[in-house]
């Protein structure tokens, strides 16, 4: 394993990493945002894992994860990144408005907010993936409340990096984060709204089947047709099940459902996209442009014209 340091993190995660089925590709020192020393590692599959097929994690340098409170949750992170890593572009998701965006350059830890408001913040980008080498990114604050943050085990990647990812995707929907070519960062709020402390589980958006098979067409269609070279997909990742509040067990019904109408060529949990699923690119294509001019903020004309009171 090329490594530029040792650590006892290090040490811990190569065990945790080799348990969940993951090769430590590199390690290396780096700093949170108040300059506080971290732990990046580089996971795939394989040591010759090529860097589109592979992912990050930094975690703080004195982190210690083997607590009892706090390894199932690592475990867990560790074993869905490994799963994840058979997909032809694990760091590529879809929103339920038909955006495929990358996630890109978070710099973990959270960090607590310089801006004098009572939040955690972890900064990071959002890049379009449309297959045409898009200019199209934004990048984020999301910001977590201190009163949900006690809901969070630690401050750290393995057990923050679903929920932001899925409120991300929720802001999109909302047309709340606009995608540019260059801009200030734009916040993302991560507030209780989103949590249910009753049944203790997360809340993002009230889906029906329809629109989860919507949403698995869609998946399907950038990540395996337009981006994947027809390479299969995992169905039910945790992660889209939390984001469309089903579970993983549904996502695999639903993907059967879909299969059967000649959509999706489907194989164990994984699905590929078909050439029916395929003839729809002009719909999809114009899903990507609708929702793209749903993030452009709206101006009243009679403003712009400087036809106001104000």
């Known amino acids: 394993m090329p490594t530029q340091f040792e650590n006892a993190l290090t040490a811990m995660l190569q065990d ?3 348990q969940a ?5 590199s390690a290396e020192s780096g700093t949170d945002f108040n300059q506080q020393p971290t732990a990046k590692f580089r996971l795939g599959l394989t040591p010759d894992a090529v860097p589109e097929r592979s ?3 930094e975690l703080s340098e004195s982190f210690d994860f083997q607590k009892p409170e706090l390894l199932p949750e690592m475990t867990t992170h560790l074993r869905e990144a490994a799963r994840r890593l058979q997909n032809p572009r694990p ?4 929103t339920q408005a038909g955006l495929p965006i990358r996630f890109g350059g978070f710099a973990w830890p959270f960090h607590r907010s310089t801006s004098g408001s009572d939040t955690y913040i972890v900064h990071g980008t959002i890049f379009l993936e449309d297959g045409h080498a898009s200019a199209l990114h934004t990048k984020v604050s999301a910001s977590m409340t201190v009163t949900f943050a ?7 990647q393995p057990y923050a990096e679903t929920f932001i990812y ?8 909302y047309g709340q984060l606009e995608l540019l070519k260059s801009g200030n960062r734009q916040p993302v709020p991560v507030t ?3 949590y249910s402390r009753w049944q203790k589980k ?8 329809e629109s989860r098979m919507d949403y698995l067409t869609l998946k399907v269609y950038w990540l395996s047709g337009v981006l994947g070279g027809n390479q299969p997909v995992w169905i039910s990742d945790p992660r889209d099940a939390q984001y469309l509040n089903t579970t993983p067990e549904e996502l695999a019904r639903m993907a059967g459902d879909l299969s059967r109408q000649g959509l999706l060529s489907l194989k164990d949990d994984t699905a590929s996209a078909t050439p029916i699923l395929m003839s729809r690119a002009e719909q999809y294509q114009q899903t990507l442009l609708n929702a793209l001019a749903a993030t452009k903020p709206e101006f009243n004309e009679e403003m712009r014209q400087g036809h106001t009171n104000m």
Do not use: H, S
Request: hydrophobic share 45%.
């Open 16 to 18: 945790a990493a080799r």
């Open 21 to 25: 089925g993951l090769v430590v590709l």
């Open 55 to 57: 992912l990050q994690l």
């Open 91 to 94: 760091d590529v998701y879809v």
């Open 150 to 156: 006690e809901i969070v085990p630690a401050p750290e």
């Open 166 to 173: 899925n409120a991300v995707r929720k802001t999109l929907d």
């Open 192 to 194: 209780t709204r989103y």
């Open 202 to 209: 997360f809340f993002f958006t009230d889906t029906t089947d």
